[in-house]
Nanobody, 130 residues
Framework: QVHLVESGGGLVQPGGSLRLSCTVS????????VGWFRQAPGKEREGVAC????????DYAGSAKGRFTISRDNAKNTVDLQMNNLNPEDTAVYYC???????????????????????WGQGTLVTVSS
């Protein structure tokens, strides 16, 4: 079976850091782009950062640029999101998704069109609060 599992969420104070991990199983990660998305209460799911299959192309939401870094290790079947200088507006459930079976062709399109993605993890909650 194909699975994505997120981990690393939790409670952090403003200005703090967290590292999220997405571990995949049941398919060859190296063939697919992966993105991190988030959904805050009452808001639509939005793309945070996406990375192509080789790790050579990334795309970030404006709110994430300079603070978040997406990386991947295809040998370990993981895609990480390092989040620094967190603020309360970053509070959300964070999901990873792969373009497994989706029509998106670029990481930019992937990050901007979460509705086109079919393979998602269950999410991990990030709460930024003092």
């Amino acid at each position: 079976q194909v699975h994505l599992v997120e981990s690393g969420g939790g409670l952090v104070q403003p200005g703090g850091s967290l590292r999220l991990s997405c571990t995949v199983s049941g398919f060859t990660l190296a063939y697919y782009a992966v993105g991190w998305f988030r959904q805050a209460p009452g808001k639509e799911r939005e793309g945070v950062a996406c990375i192509n299959n080789r790790g050579s192309i990334t795309d970030y939401a404006g709110s994430a640029k300079g603070r978040f870094t997406i990386s991947r290790d295809n040998a370990k079947n993981t895609v990480d999101l390092q989040m620094n200088n967190l603020n309360p507006e970053d509070t959300a459930v964070y999901y990873c998704a792969a373009d497994f079976g989706s029509p998106v062709t670029t990481v930019q399109a992937m990050c901007r069109s979460p509705s086109l993605l079919e393979l998602w993890g269950q999410g991990t909650l990030v709460t930024v609060s003092s």
